[in-house]
């Protein structure tokens, strides 16, 4: 499966992001998906995910602040980030086929990324 992201962009403390990921060469439904970000030096961190019965996990940092989710008709993953903080600032990614319930990056498919910078 490949994933394409896209929303990224720079805004102010306090705004809002609406991050896509799109894929194409299989269906989002058989997968447990996240959305995970990594700055440069420090190891890629889970944010979110969703299993296929749209069970969802949330990093504590993120909690009441995102929300993942997802399009099985248009297969599109979707993270809504709302009250973004300085430290929400990286390259966020989308994966696909990885731990259902766990955000382990131990995921198989990856796609490019998209910058978060929150300032």
């Known amino acids: 499966v490949q994933l394409v992201e896209s929303g990224g962009g720079s805004v102010q403390v306090g705004g809002s992001l609406r991050l896509s990921c799109v894929a194409s060469?299989?269906?989002?439904?058989?997968?447990?998906m996240g959305w995970f970000r990594q700055i440069p030096d420090k190891e890629r961190e889970g944010v979110a995910g969703i299993e296929s019965d749209g069970s969802t996990s949330y990093a504590d940092s993120v909690k009441g602040r995102f929300t993942i989710s997802q399009d099985i008709f248009k297969n599109t993953l979707t993270l809504q980030m709302n009250s973004l903080k300085p430290e929400d600032t990286a390259m966020y990614y989308c994966a696909a086929d990885g731990p259902c319930g766990s955000l382990s990056a131990d995921y198989n498919y990856w796609g490019q990324g998209t910058q978060v910078t929150v300032s």
């Open positions: 060469g299989d269906t989002i439904s058989r997968y447990c």
